[in-house]
């Protein structure tokens, strides 16, 4: 609550130097008179000066904290005692001053804050066309009871808040989320760190809004999510970081069903680190996807016990220029999704696969058409399971092309460089490097299509001779896995009348003559490959 500033006189004529004597005077001194002498409040302000020195643009109010400088709250009280909208907080219930500069601003406008804390017993409710402006991170708001901080919602729109830090008090037991989003568009959120918010949902919570922008965001230590949405759309997240937040970085979801779906989602250059759960974490909780999202240049390493990038029930997006190192789960998981891209990924070190690709949330929902290319997967698989650097479990009609699966140390930890599991068919596995793996590719579609892999060998070419006196030779086809066909030509029988092949194996097949060839003997050229249409 606002209280009088002891016994300050303000004397407006007393604004140009000319009219009174100070020690060290200058032109532009602004002074009050204590009841023994003139005073100075800030030296070298403007004659005719009507603002504080905080902020910039427009500002249409001003809240000064309680523990702003002594300077800036004598000027505060000088200004309020003209008639201003300036307003000097006590330390208790900050929120009345700060909500009454809020009302003060009927058609909109710029709500500007001084350094130091406010503390918030009941919820802000900025209104329609305004901005709350802080000092930077010298500006705290932080909750004096179990509320939120900022509660925007009622269709409000156009309303910035940024340059400062919330916090949310978890240790003091409450459990409140610091912003709260609801049936809301055009909001921008910038320069803001945001932590300790003890709420279910998160430090930050988005539903039923869209035209949101989230920008120079820090959010951290949550009990839950540093950023959750639900039934949201157009939504942007630009250059934040998420890190050590309860439950995931960020996540996105619908659990409103069909006609409630997420979309246009842009993630860009957003690191989540060290999360309880998942770094990023989209999904759709329905029988429908959601769709058309962008996740681009991203690091999501060290998350505890989840994956760095999770994708269920998508659709129709991106996800390109990824980091993810080290997490609990997976490197990057697109589960029960379609038309999902994943370009230019350095995943490693992860306690479970690289990237997996899989129907395993929702077998209803096969995943299908993800399209993964230039993907470094090494290294992974750190909890010994097995894992692959790139698993396509249950999927049809993928593309792994252009990438590279290698493990280096010793032992080896990834078993396997691209492996397809389950029902996997249909897929293609072009131009990769598996050269440095134990096991290069395991394929399980005998209608996918594996050729040209560096290391992993699909079709092979060379001679044979059957000798005198034998009717058989071995042949050792080099191949990486049993041939699927094998075809021989033979370019001299002599003595023999017909062949075939038999024993087909990992690494050789045997062709037989039905007659010694003689001195002649009889020789063959040969053809080997995996897979039909290889």
């Not at 932590?195 to 959010?219: A, D, E, F, M, P």
């Not at 001779?465 to 990486?480: F, K, M």
């Amino acid at each position: 609550m606002s209280t009088p500033m002891g016994t300050t006189t303000p004397i407006t004529e007393a604004v140009t130097g000319s009219n009174l004597t100070m020690s060290g005077q200058t032109l532009g001194d602004m002074a009050w008179f204590n009841g023994t002498e003139w005073v100075r409040v800030v030296a070298g302000i403007p004659a005719g000066t009507t603002s504080l020195p905080i902020g910039g643009g427009v500002i249409s109010a001003v809240v000064v904290a309680s523990d702003a400088s002594a300077d800036l709250q004598n000027w505060a009280s000088f200004l309020r005692a003209q008639g201003k909208n300036v307003w000097l907080c006590d330390g208790t219930a900050d929120n009345v001053e700060i909500q009454a500069a809020i009302d003060s601003l009927t058609s909109g406008g710029k709500v500007q804050l001084s350094g130091g804390t406010f503390n918030i017993a009941v919820a802000l409710d900025p209104v329609s066309n305004m901005a709350i402006v802080g000092h930077g991170l010298s500006t705290i708001l932080q909750t004096s009871a179990d509320v939120k901080i900022f509660l925007i919602e009622n269709s409000e729109t156009n309303v910035t808040i940024s340059n400062m830090l919330i916090d949310g008090l978890k240790t003091n037991g409450y459990t409140s989320h610091g912003i709260s989003l609801s049936g809301v568009s055009y909001i921008t959120i910038d320069n803001i760190e945001i932590k300790n918010c003890g709420s279910t949902s998160g430090n930050i919570v988005i539903y039923g809004s869209n035209n949101i922008n989230l920008v120079n965001i820090y959010s951290h230590n949550a009990t839950n999510d540093g950023i959750s949405g639900n039934q949201i759309h157009e939504i942007s997240v630009q250059n934040c970081k998420l890190n050590s937040n309860g439950r995931h970085g960020l996540w996105f979801f619908n659990n409103g069903g069909p006609g409630h779906e997420n979309y246009a989602l842009n993630i860009n250059q957003v690191s989540a680190l060290f999360n309880n759960n998942s770094g990023i974490y989209l999904s759709d909780n329905g029988t429908s996807r959601s769709f058309h999202f962008n996740i681009n240049n991203v690091i999501t390493n060290d998350n505890v016990n989840n994956d760095g990038v999770l994708l269920i029930r998508m659709r129709d997006g991106n996800v390109g220029n990824v980091v993810s190192k080290g997490n609990g789960g997976d490197g990057i998981v697109v589960d029960s999704c379609d038309g999902i891209n994943v370009s230019n990924a350095t995943l490693f070190y992860n306690q479970g696969r690289g990237l997996f690709i899989t129907d395993d949330v929702d077998p209803a929902l096969t995943c299908v058409n993800v399209n993964a290319t230039n993907i470094i997967a090494y290294n992974n698989d750190q909890g010994n399971t097995g894992c692959a650097g790139i698993n396509l479990d249950d999927s049809t009609y993928c593309n792994v092309t252009n990438s590279r699966c290698y493990d280096n140390q010793t032992p080896k930890t990834q078993e396997e460089g691209i492996e397809e599991t389950g029902t996997s068919d249909y897929n293609i596995i072009i131009g990769n490097n598996v050269s440095v793996e134990t096991i290069g590719i395991v394929k399980a579609g005998s209608h996918t299509i594996v050729r040209s892999n560096l290391g992993y060998v699909t079709e092979n070419s060379g001679t044979a001779t059957v000798a005198s006196g034998q009717t058989s030779i071995v042949v050792n086809h080099g191949l990486a896995t049993t041939p699927t066909r094998v075809q021989v030509t033979p370019t001299l029988l002599s003595n023999a009348a017909s062949f075939w092949v038999t024993d087909k194996g990992a690494t050789q097949f045997t062709i037989h003559v039905n007659a010694d060839p003689g001195a002649g003997t009889a020789t063959f050229d040969w053809r080997a490959s995996i897979g039909e249409g290889n």
